[in-house]
């Protein structure tokens, strides 16, 4: 895990940093990234190891209950 800030200025650690991402680009990988609507999907998104995610400001803390250290790009809704 990586030790990182979140959206609120918090010590909090992640499986991915946008660091992270950038090198996983020049190899080649891949990651299946989802948006899920409501805690149920973030439930089955975990459950079928995706990451990460791309949600609405209103479900972070939906997210960090379900997923705590899942990389999360958020919008706004």
Do not use: W
């Not at 200025?9 to 990988?29: W, Y």
């Amino acid at each position: 895990m990586k030790r990182i800030y979140d959206f609120s200025r918090s010590p909090a650690q992640r499986n991915f940093t946008c660091a992270d991402l950038q090198a996983l680009k020049s190899t080649g990988g891949t990651l299946t990234m989802c948006n899920p609507t409501n805690p149920e999907e973030v439930q089955a998104c975990v459950d079928a190891g995706f990451d990460p995610f791309v949600l609405g400001t209103d479900q972070l803390e939906d997210l960090r209950k379900i997923a705590p250290t899942h990389f999360t790009d958020a919008g706004s809704t």
